[in-house]
Antibody
Framework: QKQLQESGPGLVKPSETLSLTCTVSGGSISSSSYSWGWIRQPPGKGLEWIGDIYYDGDTNYNPSLKSRVAISVDTSTNQFSLKLNSVTAADTAVYYC????????????WGQGALVSVSS | DIQMTQSPSSVSASVGDRVTITCRASQDIRSWLLWYQKKPGKAPDLLISSASNLQSGVPSRFSGSGYGTDFTLTISSLRPEDFAIYYCQQARSFPLTFGGGTKVEI
């Protein structure tokens, strides 16, 4: 059964870089059928797509975050990672990683989510 | 960007009620429409893909319909475990975008 788990610091200072890793278990991240995505949800707000990556490194980013975000993949460890630089309080959110089905076009499954707070 | 507009933003209902949530896309997305259920403190669960395909394990009281710009999610007979927030999402083009959510509450 495919599972995803986010990990990383729960507190980041303003202007610094938020870094999260998603570990995929129960299957290979190198599957040609899927990409791997990040989605976030600020407290009390809706869901926002951040971006996704294919196992070969091909990425798509939300234009609203593109200048600050980088997603990378490590097929040897079955992990993919998110870096968001120059963070502010507005980046405080629960960050989810999820598998993106390239044929059906859906996120499933999702990780449990990681709360990242931006505060000094 | 394709804007997704859900209505209503919240609905008060009782167990056994029929609930209908609508999602409108700002441009034609064909059937590239997903529905997710989200409960507090948990990750979203995929309910429906391709506008109307019920995911394995999802109760048959959930159904989706629509094509193009107008879509609906219907819960035919509300159960206590269905009280949650429901989100639509378009998968027609990047950037992927979600609706603002519909809270189904008592």
């Amino acid at each position: 059964q495919k599972q995803l788990q986010e990990s990383g610091p729960g507190l980041v200072k303003p202007s610094e870089t938020l870094s999260l890793t998603c570990t995929v278990s129960g299957g290979s991240i190198s599957s040609s059928s899927y990409s791997w995505g990040w989605i976030r949800q600020p407290p009390g707000k809706g869901l926002e797509w951040i971006g996704d990556i294919y196992y070969d490194g091909d990425t798509n980013y939300n234009p609203s975050l593109k200048s600050r975000v980088a997603i990378s993949v490590d097929t040897s460890t079955n992990q993919f990672s998110l870096k968001l630089n120059s963070v502010t309080a507005a980046d405080t959110a629960v960050y989810y990683c999820a598998r993106w089905s390239r044929s059906v076009g859906c996120f499933d499954p999702w990780g449990q989510g990681a709360l990242v707070s931006v505060s000094s | 960007d394709i804007q997704m507009t859900q209505s209503p933003s919240s609905v008060s209902a009782s167990v056994g009620d029929r609930v209908t949530i609508t999602c409108r896309a700002s441009q034609d997305i064909r059937s590239w429409l997903l529905w997710y259920q989200k409960k507090p403190g948990k990750a979203p669960d995929l309910l429906i893909s391709s506008a109307s395909n019920l995911q394995s394990g999802v109760p048959s009281r959930f159904s989706g319909s629509g094509y193009g710009t107008d879509f609906t999610l219907t819960i035919s007979s509300l159960r206590p475990e269905d009280f949650a927030i429901y989100y639509c999402q378009q998968a027609r083009s990047f950037p992927l975008t979600f609706g603002g959510g519909t809270k189904v509450e008592i």
